[in-house]
């Protein structure tokens, strides 16, 4: 069972476009929704993160948008380049526990 | 100044052989994770631990032991490794109370069981 989905499973966007990562929960009693960068090697690192009540969150070309009645979430990169190209994950965090999405392999190309 | 370390980094070992995993934070959180990466990149939590007490402890076969000698270390043993115990181990730490703040992740522990 699959609290947290998130699509796509991989995604190629060239140089200056946007890449949209979506992702759905059902748990009603997350509280904190995180997006996870990672690249190959290392571990995961806090790109940007959003509580239930803003409805969206800007952090230079990342933007979450978070639609609660919906029970879900997106991470928009703008103007995407080379360096972003990595594993993406969104997560839900309820109690003590990061209830992780299966992760979106982004490439951006020339 | 690295803020969750691992070691080791690569870990390969035979079937059978009993391994542990060691991490500590110096970040000053209170709570600290394990988590596993399969090869589809898929993060699972196993345990967590709170100031030395195990919070956290998903379906997990027994084999796998967690052991938290103080709030800054939490170390990972793991008892008659199998091929299927090879993955990523990833240690975190969070702070915990009232604000849910960002889990900060070790580098990673590349289990392979031959």
């Known amino acids: 069972q699959q609290q947290v989905k998130q699509s796509p499973q991989s995604l190629i966007v060239q140089k200056g476009g946007i890449s949209i990562i979506n992702c759905a929960y059902e748990n009603t009693a997350f509280d904190y929704f995180p997006w996870y960068q990672q690249f190959p090697g290392k571990g995961p690192a806090l790109l940007i993160a959003i509580r239930p009540d803003v409805s969206e969150k800007k952090e230079g070309r990342f933007t979450i948008s978070f639609n609660k009645s919906a029970k879900q979430f997106s991470l928009h990169i703008m103007d995407s380049q080379p360096g972003d190209s990595a594993t993406y994950f969104c997560?839900?965090?309820?109690?003590?526990?990061?209830?992780f999405g299966t992760g979106t392999r982004l490439t951006i190309i020339p | 100044d690295t803020a969750v370390s691992q070691t080791p980094k690569y870990l390969v070992t035979q079937m059978g052989n009993d391994k542990s995993i060691k991490c500590e934070q110096n970040l000053g959180h209170d709570t600290m994770y394990w988590y596993k990466q399969d090869s589809k990149k898929f993060l699972k939590i196993m345990f967590s631990y709170n100031n030395k007490e195990l919070i956290i402890n998903e379906t997990v076969p027994n084999r796998f032991s967690p052991k938290s000698p103080d709030k800054a270390h939490l170390n990972l043993h793991i008892n008659s490794l199998e091929l299927g115990d090879s993955a990523v181990y990833f240690c975190?730490?969070?702070?915990?109370?009232?604000?849910?703040?960002?889990?900060?992740f070790g580098q990673g522990t590349r289990l392979t069981v031959v």
């Open positions: 997560a839900a965090r309820s109690g003590e526990k990061l209830t």
């Open positions: 975190a730490s969070s702070e915990t109370g009232g604000a849910r703040t960002e889990a900060f």
